[in-house]
């Protein structure tokens, strides 16, 4: 079985935000096995960076968030 690694590093002082996105700040790094996920071409900085910069804490809201799917049918009436 392949395993999945999630990892945050290098956590950074965002410039705006609520104080939860901004005590999160972080560089985000998925893999899949031997597989980067999240590496991509950084137009700004003009380098291939392995990891995303993204707050943790929408990311754990989205993930400990309702496990319902998201087209539910309507309650009965």
């Known amino acids: ?3 999945l690694q999630l990892s945050i590093t290098n956590w950074e002082a965002a410039g705006l935000g609520t104080p939860e996105v901004l005590a ?3 560089r ?3 893999q899949v096995g031997e597989v980067n996920l999240t590496e991509h071409d950084d137009t700004f900085s003009k380098t ?8 943790a804490y929408p990311l754990a809201f989205w993930l400990a968030g309702p496990t319902e799917s998201p087209i ?6």
């Open 72 to 77: 539910s049918p309507p309650p009965p009436s």
């Open 28 to 30: 985000l790094r998925l």
């Open 48 to 55: 291939i960076r392995e990891e995303v910069l993204v707050s």
């Open 24 to 26: 999160t700040t972080g």
């Open 1 to 3: 079985m392949t395993d």
